[in-house]
T-cell receptor
């Protein structure tokens, strides 16, 4: 069965600093990978997705993620964090042929001014 | 505007009562999903439906029921058999095809006392 691990429950960064949120997945074939962001009490917004092709994908709000097959990872990065980026971030995986997403437990990002 | 609506935003019920959460989408999406979110546990799939009049159990279907009589609507009933119903419930939808990009509604917070 597929699974997703987000090892960092909480991360605090200073505004303007760079950010990397970690995501590791477990699945035999090449998965479809997603990063979502959730503000408190709100639904989830898709930041970016990887299906195939270029392993570095660009998303909204200046985020990017890199798929590394050898490490089973799909880490999310941003060069310079803004205070408005404070939120919870979820990594998710899909087997592609199926219709279900499996989510990680999330990483709560706090931004210090 | 196209999107997914969930109502109400907050719902309070007494223990032992069934309650139905609404989910409507005007995106013309075929598939719809219900997730439950608890702190520190990410999102867990309750039920999903790929076409009208058909639905499948997700990972935590016990104590829940759904119907899919119209393409636009996928209501979720939380029954009295659900042992811990207090949670944040999120509805999502996606188009047919290989992409498993799901779009989420704003969520309903259910509190049962």
């Amino acid at each position: 069965a597929q699974s997703v691990t987000q090892p960092d429950i909480h991360i605090t960064v200073s505004e303007g600093a760079s950010l990397e949120l970690r995501c590791n997945y477990s699945y035999g074939a090449t998965p479809y990978l997603f990063w979502y962001v959730q503000s408190p009490g709100q639904g989830l917004q898709l930041l970016l997705k990887y299906f195939s092709g270029d392993t570095l994908v660009q998303g909204i709000k200046g985020f990017e993620a890199e798929f590394k097959r050898s490490q089973s990872s799909f880490n999310l990065r941003k060069p310079s964090v803004h205070w408005s980026d404070a939120a919870e971030y979820f990594c998710a995986v899909s087997t592609g042929g199926g219709n279900k997403l499996t989510f990680g437990t999330g990483t709560q990002l706090k931004v210090e001014l | 505007d196209g999107g997914i609506t969930q109502s109400p935003k907050y719902l309070f019920r007494k223990e032992g009562q069934n309650v139905t959460l609404s989910c409507e989408q005007n995106l013309n999406h075929d598939a719809m999903y219900w997730y439950r979110q608890d702190p520190g546990q990410g999102l867990r799939l309750i039920y999903y439906s790929q076409i009208v009049n058909d639905f499948q159990k997700g990972d935590i279907a016990e104590g829940y029921s759904v119907s899919r009589e119209k393409k636009e609507s996928f209501p979720l009933t939380v029954t009295s058999a659900q042992k811990n119903p207090t949670a944040f419930y999120l509805c999502a939808s996606k188009t047919s095809g290989r992409s498993n990009e799901q779009y989420f509604g704003p969520g309903t917070r259910l509190t049962v006392t």
